[in-house]
């Protein structure tokens, strides 16, 4: 669990509005600059705080300590509308992990890795992001720290469908329970990356069904990571949002404006530089540390 005095969390900034003895203007004001500063995005801001100036009103309340509590309560009932449960019942299960270059996507697959081998699964990783030979170099590294076996391209420039198709055949031949495939980030064209994407898809699911598609964002890039991922929510078929960095940002109001404009769940976080630190995404538990 992060520290409550993670620079991502509200704790700090609502500390001195809670403590003081009453409800008044500076406190909303405070409250809506605290938000945006979270990047909650104004639109989740305003509507967060009409609902709290008439749930303050319906009950009558002048005391902050109320207000703090119904602030806990709105923002877990807006995180819980959508399941954060990972699909991964099928054998094998099939992740497909998709994002653009940069948001942390090798090191999550690692991670990943670990939280899966933890919870008593066996892991694959396909390194179908064959465009850069660092990269699946990279994605070795991590995936034998996470540990989980790792499916490498069998020549320079494979086609990343072909080596998805081999990890998903390894799997079933090896009887391994998680296959997660690396993908790439970067194309010349957005059009080129999603053609690509289709083609990984459809070998897939020749042989299986695709469990997930988990998209990974930076949350220190917020909104602006948000929509340089908008190709891959239009046409990867993205069931599920993986939020990376959030030690390092104060951008905790990230997570709740990402879910509600999208329409995907979260289903795992990142909140730290460890193997261990990436997590399933529990709503309660998540407002408890943004809140303090």
Request: net charge negative; hydrophobic share 40%.
């Amino acid at each position: 669990m992060a520290d409550r005095s993670s620079p991502w969390s509200l704790g700090g900034a609502l500390r001195g509005m809670f403590a003081k003895p009453t409800i008044d203007e500076t406190t909303w004001d405070d409250l809506e600059d605290a938000m945006i500063t979270a990047d909650f995005g104004p639109a989740v801001t305003e509507e967060v705080l009409e609902h709290l100036h008439a749930q303050v009103r319906r009950y009558n309340t002048t005391d902050p300590v109320d207000l703090k509590r119904m602030l806990r309560e709105t923002l877990e009932e807006r995180l819980a509308r959508l399941n954060p449960t990972l699909t991964l019942s099928a054998r094998p299960a099939v992740v497909l992990v998709v994002g653009v270059n940069g948001v942390g996507k090798t090191t999550t697959i690692g991670k990943f890795s670990r939280f899966l081998v933890g919870h008593g699964r066996t892991v694959i990783v396909g390194a179908a992001d064959t465009f850069r030979a660092a990269a699946v170099d990279q994605l070795a590294t991590w995936a034998e720290r996470g540990g989980a076996a790792i499916q490498r391209p069998q020549q320079e420039g494979q086609d990343p469908a072909s080596v998805a198709y081999q990890t998903i055949e390894r799997a079933q031949r090896e009887g391994i329970d998680i296959v997660l495939i690396d993908t790439a980030g970067r194309l010349q064209t957005k059009s080129g990356l999603m053609d690509e994407l289709a083609k990984v898809r459809r070998v897939i699911e020749k042989q299986t069904e695709i469990a997930e598609v988990l998209l990974v964002l930076d949350a220190t890039t917020g909104q602006n990571g948000l929509a340089q991922a908008e190709a891959f929510i239009q046409h990867a078929g993205v069931t599920g949002l993986v939020i990376t960095k959030l030690d390092g940002s104060a951008k905790g109001g990230f997570v709740i404006a990402v879910q509600e404009k999208t329409g995907i769940p979260i289903k795992l976080i990142g909140q730290g530089e460890r193997i261990g630190d990436l997590t399933g995404f529990t709503p309660h538990v998540f407002v408890s540390q943004l809140i303090g």
